[in-house]
């Protein structure tokens, strides 16, 4: 199994509310939609291990059978597209 973790935040004066929206429906269908994706988690992050603020204030996590069908998948083109624009909206991103 392959597990894809991305963790950032939004970009400053972001609208919260309506990220949360987007992430919890819009954005989780499409991720749903990914071929072979056994299931993605998502997670806001509010605290941290012995840090006053966390680095990264939500977590996203994608699953996969294995590196072949994340790989084809992840970087298809046309996901890619995709992933510029959403990327838009984050800061401080780590994949």
């Known amino acids: 199994m392959v597990k894809l973790t991305v963790m ?4 400053p004066r972001a609208d919260y509310e309506a990220f949360l929206r987007w992430r919890t429906t819009e954005h989780e ?6 071929p072979g994706l056994i299931k993605s988690d998502f997670y806001v992050v509010k605290q941290a291990w012995q840090q006053a603020d966390p680095p990264y204030r939500y977590v996203t996590e994608a699953y996969f059978p294995d ?6 998948s992840f970087f298809d083109p046309d996901y ?8 838009e909206m984050l800061a ?3 994949f």
């Open 8 to 11: 950032y935040n939004l970009r």
């Open 29 to 34: 269908a499409d991720n749903a939609a990914v």
């Open 67 to 72: 590196m072949e069908t994340f790989s084809n």
């Open 80 to 87: 890619q597209r995709k992933l510029a624009g959403w990327l």
């Open 92 to 94: 401080d991103r780590c």
